[in-house]
């Protein structure tokens, strides 16, 4: 239910704490310290107006202070991102096989909606060189990375690095110098704040499905979780059909209600309609749904009853 989202009382502060484990206590806010860094180099051919102005895109600054409230709504409060650094690149980022756009290449490929160059990842070991935030990370005075830039750019939308790093909607990049997981999140300035919420939608389904990778599947609740008779997932409300099919206005029985009531999921079943995640619109359809992840005291089967615990803090999870 939507009132939900943005009926939660003023949070509390969590102060100076230790950055390593945050959360150990119910609805207490896991604040997490962000590096904001944005690719927006100024194309000479328009005057030389930074590319996101050329096409009239978003501000990074404005779409990362959206996703930051909308995340701190839909948890109750527990995740609380704080941008302390940012980095401002005008340059293009490197192609996993060497290549670079500059201004008149990529005006070409985007005017004539050219593929875009393949490999189309970006270099990641290079470029987070480039950032040079590795001994920030390693210390606990950074949690993640965000980058802002373009399309065509090369960036997974959530990818997590680290020595023991695994599956984040891509391929781990596993750094032997990184003994302390994180994730570096890839936003486009083209898209919107719901295309944020889809990417850390995705980060939520990789990393639970980590979690109860060794659950039987009749004590696997994040597969529960995500069955279309409960609560679906990220492509799929309780109604859907297809693949970002929110807005199907089909009526279904579902136990999505169940879940506020975590770990007792005793509630029957009601009829529900896609009015209450929004009606196709996909922000508030992210919304509903990451509101309805588990946010309680205690542990079920060795998994703790606040999930958010488990996406926010990469380095904890088992």
């Not at 090369?154 to 994180?182: I, K, Q, T």
């Amino acid at each position: 239910m939507l009132n939900r989202l943005f009926g939660w009382s003023k949070r509390g502060e969590s102060g100076d704490r230790p950055s390593m484990l945050r959360g150990d206590r119910p609805g207490e806010p896991i604040t997490l310290k962000v590096a904001l860094i944005t690719h927006d180099p100024p194309i000479p051919e328009r005057g030389g107006l930074p590319l996101s102005r050329v096409m009239g895109w978003n501000d990074a600054e404005t779409l990362a202070a959206q996703y930051i409230a909308d995340l701190r709504a839909c948890s109750g409060g527990i995740a609380d991102y704080r941008i302390v650094m940012r980095r401002h690149y005008t340059d293009f980022p490197v192609k996993s096989d060497g290549f670079r756009y500059d201004s008149a290449t990529y005006l070409a490929a985007w005017e004539r909606r050219m593929p875009a160059h393949q490999p189309d990842e970006a270099d990641y070991e290079r470029l987070l060189d480039q950032i040079g935030l590795a001994a920030e990370l390693e210390r606990g005075e950074l949690d993640e990375l965000w980058l802002f830039a373009f399309p065509y750019a090369g960036y997974y939308e959530s990818r997590m690095v680290g020595v023991d790093a695994f599956w984040c909607n891509a391929p781990p990049l596993r750094l032997p110098h990184a003994r302390r997981r994180y994730i570096v999140m890839g936003f486009n300035v083209e898209r919107d704040v719901g295309c944020m919420l889809e990417n850390f939608g995705h980060r939520v389904e990789s990393i639970m499905a980590h979690v109860y990778r060794n659950h039987p599947p009749d004590r696997n609740l994040w597969e529960r979780f995500t069955r279309l008779d409960e609560c679906g997932n990220v492509h799929f409300a309780p109604s859907s059909v297809r693949d970002y099919d929110w807005g199907n206005p089909r009526s279904v029985w579902a136990r999505a209600d169940a879940w506020y009531q975590f770990p007792d999921l005793s509630a029957p079943a009601r009829v529900m309609r896609c009015a209450e995640w929004g009606g196709g619109d996909m922000r508030l359809h992210h919304l509903w749904w990451l509101d309805h992840l588990p946010r309680v005291a205690g542990e079920t089967d060795g998994v703790a009853n606040n999930w958010w615990r488990y996406v926010l803090q990469p380095w904890i999870v088992p």
